[in-house]
C-alpha cells in the first residue's frame, strides 16, 4: 500500500499526485465508495468522484489500458511485479521513515512505567499511533503553498499530537515554524481586536527571532486588520530568509468565546489564504489552524464557525490500532490474534476513541485492574471515566434540546432522526455518529452511562413535578398568575418559527433573552414545596417586571429558566433590560438554605424593613426570606454557613442573543446562540449578564 504513489509517481511523470490524489487512491485500495471519501475529508462527494475520473483517465493514457476504481488492484499488483518502484514523494517517504523508525527504536523496549495519559503524546513517544493515510495526507498539505489545514475534533482526540508531528515535519524540510496556542492569552487580551491582533503580532515575531516593530507599520486610522496584514505583507513576511513559514494556532476554539474578536480575525485568516492564490509572498504563509468542535456556535445549520481550507477530522482507532498501542504499553497477552479478539469488546465499548482507549490500556499494564473489570464499571460513577462522562453531562445539562435530543439517541438501540441543528451540536462533542440526520451514539460508554442517568432524572423529574402542580392548584396569588404569562416550549417555539417569514420581511432586528435562577435546584432538596414555589413565582412575576413590556412572548420550562423575544430591540436594549432583571431579582433577597440560624432568639420574625430600629447598621445585614424574615449579620456568614454558594440569596445568569432574521438566520440558530451566551454567564461565576452578538453580521 505504502508504494502506491512510488509507482504512480513514474508512471505519470509530468503530472505528480497532489494531496487529494492520494487521498482518493489510498480510499480506492482500501475498497471505499467516493461518499465513504467525502464523510471524513471535507470535500464534496461529487468533487471526489470527479478526482476520481481524472486519475483512472491519466493512469489508463499512461499504461495503454483501461484503469478503473474497480481494477485497480488487479492493474498495480502485476505493475509492482514487473518493475522495483522508487518513491518520488520524497515529503512522504521521509515523513513516514522517520515514524518507523523512531517506532522501531523504541519498541525494542519494553515502557517500564508509561506516564498516565494526558496532553499530547511527545514525538519519541511509541504510544502515537499512527492512523493512514491522516498523516501523510496533512503532511503532504502543509507543503502546499499558501495552504490552510484545519484540524478539528471534539476534545482528547489527538489534535494537539497530530498537530506536533505536522510541526515537527515542516522542521525537517527546513521551513520556519511559529506555534501559537491561545489558552495561553490572558483574558484582557480579549478585550478588542486591536489589542489582540498586537498580541498575536508580537508573539509570531518573537518566534521568528524578530524584534516587533509594530508602530513602524501600525496605523489606527486603517484599522487593526489592514495593519495587522502590512505588518506581516511589509515585515515579517519579508523578513523569511526560507521558502516558507508554518503558523501554528490552536486551540482556536478560544477565540470563538470571544464573538466580537472571532467576527474580525477568523474572515482575516480566510483572506489571507485567498491572497494565496494570486501573490507569491503570501504563498510563504502555511497556515494550520486547530479547534475543539465542542465550542461551536453556529452561523448556518452544519456549518462550524470557519470553514475554510482543507479540513481534517480524526479517526477512531481501529481494532489493530487498538492491539498496536496495547503492545506499546507492554501488554504481553494482545501480541496474537486471541489478544486481538480480547480487545475487540474494549474497543467497541470506547468506540475506538484515543483518550479512552489509551485510559484503559495505562490502567491495565499497571495491573490495577482487568480489562474484563474495568469494561464492567466503565459506565459508571465508581469507573475510571467518571470524570470525562460527567463533564459531557454537565455540558448536555446547560441544553435542555441538547438533553433530550441525547436521550432520543441512547433509549433506543436502532439509529433515530434528530434535528438538524441537535445532531450537528452532539456530533461535534463527540456523542454521536451520524449517518445523515440518523443519529446513534458514538460508544456503548456513553450508551450505557447516559441512558441510567437519565432514567435517574426521570424520576426526579416527576417527583419534582408533583411537588410544583399541588401549589399550583392551591395558590391564587398575583404571583402564580405571572407564572401563567409563560407559554410552554412547544408553543413558543412555534410562535418564532410562524413569525420568523413576517419579521424577514419587514427587516426586523430581534433580541432573544434566556435566563436561568442560579442553583435553584440544588435548593430542592432543602426548601419545602409551597416555600420553593413562592420563590419561583416571586421570580416569574419580577421577570415580568424587569422585561418592561417589550417581550412578545415568554416562556418558562424545566422549573428554572425563562425565555423571552424581544421583536424590534437592538442587542444593547436587551442587555439593559437583562440586567435590570437581574438587579430586581437581586432586590427581592430570595434565601437559599443556612446550615445554622444565629440570632433567631433575638431576632426571630424582624422584618428587614425594621432592621433599624434594632440599632444596627442596615448594610450589615443580609435579609433571610422565607416565610419568617430574619436579618443576619454579614460578618457572620461563613463559607460554610452558605453551602459554598457565592451569595446567600437567589441569583439569575442572563444571555443575550440578536439577529436580524433572513434566509441565512433561523430560530434555532438565534435560540442557540442564547443558550451559549446563557453558558458564558455561568462560566463566569453566575449572577451576571453575556450578550452573545455573533448572529449580528455574518462571519
Not at 190 to 219: G, M, T
Request: aromatic fraction near 8%.
Amino acid at each position: 500500500m505504502e508504494q502506491l504513489p512510488e509507482a504512480l509517481g513514474q508512471i505519470l511523470q509530468g503530472k505528480p499526485l497532489g494531496s487529494i490524489q492520494q487521498f482518493v487512491l489510498h480510499q480506492s485500495w482500501l475498497g471505499k465508495t467516493y461518499g465513504e471519501m467525502a464523510k471524513g475529508s471535507g470535500y464534496r462527494s461529487d468533487y471526489i468522484k470527479e478526482v476520481g475520473s481524472q486519475l483512472w483517465q491519466d493512469l489508463s493514457d499512461a499504461l495503454g489500458e483501461r484503469v478503473t476504481k474497480k481494477n485497480l488492484h488487479l492493474v498495480l499488483n502485476r505493475l509492482q511485479q514487473d518493475k522495483n518502484v522508487q518513491h518520488n514523494n520524497q515529503s512522504q517517504q521521509e515523513f513516514q521513515a522517520n515514524f518507523d523508525a523512531q517506532r522501531s527504536s523504541l519498541n525494542l523496549v519494553t515502557l517500564s512505567k508509561p506516564e498516565f495519559p494526558s496532553g499530547p503524546v511527545p514525538l519519541a513517544s511509541p504510544l502515537y499511533i499512527n492512523r493512514p493515510p491522516l498523516e501523510e495526507l496533512v503532511c503532504t498539505e502543509i507543503m502546499q503553498p499558501g495552504c490552510l489545514l484545519r484540524i478539528k475534533a471534539p476534545r482528547k482526540m489527538g489534535k494537539s499530537s497530530l498537530l506536533n508531528r505536522v510541526i515537527d515535519h515542516a522542521k525537517v524540510q527546513g521551513y520556519k515554524t511559529v506555534y501559537l496556542d491561545f489558552q495561553e492569552a490572558d483574558e484582557a487580551v480579549f478585550a478588542s481586536i486591536e489589542k489582540f491582533l498586537r498580541w498575536f503580532c508580537i508573539n509570531v515575531s518573537r518566534q521568528l527571532n524578530l524584534p516587533p516593530n509594530l508602530d513602524d507599520y501600525w496605523d489606527a486610522e486603517m484599522g487593526s486588520k489592514v495593519s495587522c496584514k502590512i505588518y506581516f505583507e511589509g515585515y515579517l513576511l519579508q523578513h523569511i530568509d526560507c521558502s516558507a513559514v508554518v503558523l501554528a494556532l490552536n486551540e482556536v476554539n478560544r477565540i470563538f468565546e470571544h464573538p466580537k474578536i472571532a467576527q474580525d480575525f477568523l474572515p482575516m485568516l480566510r483572506f489571507w489564504h485567498e491572497q494565496a492564490k494570486q501573490d507569491h509572498l503570501w504563498q510563504k504563509l502555511h497556515l494550520v489552524v486547530v479547534h475543539s468542535t465542542e465550542i461551536y456556535i453556529p452561523l448556518k445549520l452544519n456549518q462550524s464557525p470557519f470553514n475554510v481550507g482543507l479540513t481534517v477530522s480524526l479517526p477512531p482507532f481501529t481494532l489493530k490500532q487498538v492491539q498496536n498501542l496495547a503492545q506499546s504499553y507492554g501488554i504481553d497477552w494482545a501480541t496474537d490474534s486471541e489478544g486481538a479478539q480480547r480487545l475487540a469488546p474494549l474497543q467497541e465499548m470506547m468506540g475506538g476513541h484515543p483518550y479512552l482507549i489509551s485510559l484503559a490500556l495505562y490502567h491495565i499494564c499497571q495491573e490495577e485492574i482487568t480489562l474484563e473489570a474495568l469494561l464492567q464499571k466503565a459506565p459508571t460513577p465508581s469507573g475510571i471515566y467518571s470524570q470525562h462522562i460527567r463533564e459531557l453531562l454537565t455540558m448536555l445539562q446547560a441544553d435542555p434540546q441538547l438533553m433530550s435530543a441525547m436521550q432520543q439517541v441512547v433509549t433506543v438501540q436502532q439509529s433515530v432522526q434528530l434535528d438538524v441543528l441537535a445532531a450537528y451540536k452532539l456530533e461535534s462533542m463527540g456523542l454521536v455518529q451520524l449517518d445523515g440526520h440518523q443519529a446513534k451514539p458514538s460508544c456503548e460508554l456513553y450508551r450505557l452511562f447516559f441512558s441510567q442517568q437519565f432514567g435517574k432524572q426521570n424520576e426526579v423529574h416527576g417527583y419534582s413535578q408533583s411537588l410544583e402542580e399541588e401549589p399550583r392548584e392551591s395558590s391564587h396569588t398575583t404571583e402564580t398568575d405571572a407564572l401563567s404569562n409563560f407559554v410552554n416550549p412547544h408553543n413558543f417555539t412555534k410562535y418564532l418559527e410562524i413569525e420568523w417569514p413576517q419579521w424577514q420581511t419587514q427587516a426586523s432586528i430581534l433580541s432573544l433573552i434566556v435566563c436561568e435562577i442560579d442553583y435553584f435546584r440544588f435548593d430542592s432538596d432543602t426548601h419545602d414545596s409551597q416555600i420553593r414555589m413562592e420563590s419561583l413565582q416571586q421570580i416569574a412575576s419580577t421577570i415580568c417586571d424587569g422585561l418592561n413590556g417589550q417581550a412578545t412572548r415568554m416562556t418558562h420550562y424545566e422549573g428554572t429558566k425563562f425565555t423571552a423575544i424581544l421583536p424590534q430591540t437592538p442587542g444593547d436594549v436587551a442587555v439593559e433590560i437583562a440586567e435590570n432583571v437581574r438587579k430586581k431579582v437581586m432586590e427581592l433577597a430570595i434565601s437559599r438554605r443556612l446550615d445554622t440560624q444565629p440570632h433567631r432568639d433575638t431576632l426571630q420574625g424582624t422584618h428587614i424593613a425594621h432592621i433599624n430600629d434594632l440599632g444596627l447598621p442596615k448594610d450589615n445585614f443580609y435579609p433571610v426570606v422565607g416565610r419568617n424574615r430574619v436579618a443576619m449579620p454579614l460578618e457572620r456568614l461563613s463559607n460554610a454557613q452558605l453551602n459554598g454558594f457565592p451569595a446567600p440569596f437567589l441569583t439569575v445568569s442572563l444571555g443575550v442573543a440578536t439577529a436580524r432574521p433572513n434566509h441565512q438566520t433561523s430560530p434555532g440558530m438565534l435560540i442557540a446562540a442564547a443558550e451559549e451566551a446563557l453558558s458564558q454567564a455561568k462560566r463566569k461565576g453566575h449572577n451576571c449578564v453575556i450578550f452573545n452578538s455573533i448572529l449580528c453580521q455574518a462571519i
